[in-house]
């Protein structure tokens, strides 16, 4: 087990990511969008586009503290 990502969620926009089971050849992602709540206190989704195919995932911005699915930065 890698243990879990740390990071501010403020800071997710653009910040990049390496998937650790890459799928259909995608590998690397980029945040490219955050979805608040209306009064932007608390973080409720992310956008993640990939770099390869520009396909884009919206998922749950905590699912990026699994550090055996996610690695920060492009690996």
């Known amino acids: 087990m890698a243990g879990?990502?740390?990071f501010n969620p403020r800071?997710?926009?653009?910040?990049?990511?390496?998937?650790?089971?890459?799928?259909?050849r995608e590998k690397h992602f980029m945040v490219t969008a955050c979805h608040w709540s209306e009064d932007e206190s608390t973080l409720?989704?992310?956008?993640?586009?990939?770099?390869l195919t520009g396909?884009?995932?919206?998922?749950?911005?905590?699912?990026?503290?699994?550090?055996?699915t996610w690695q920060q930065?492009?690996?």
Do not use: F, Y
């Open 11 to 24: 800071k997710l926009m653009r910040s990049k990511w390496t998937a650790r089971q890459p799928q259909h």
């Open 44 to 51: 409720l989704s992310i956008e993640l586009e990939a770099v």
């Open 73 to 75: 930065g492009w690996k």
């Open 55 to 68: 396909r884009c995932q919206q998922l749950d911005w905590q699912d990026l503290h699994d550090a055996d």
């Open 4 to 6: 879990q990502n740390r």
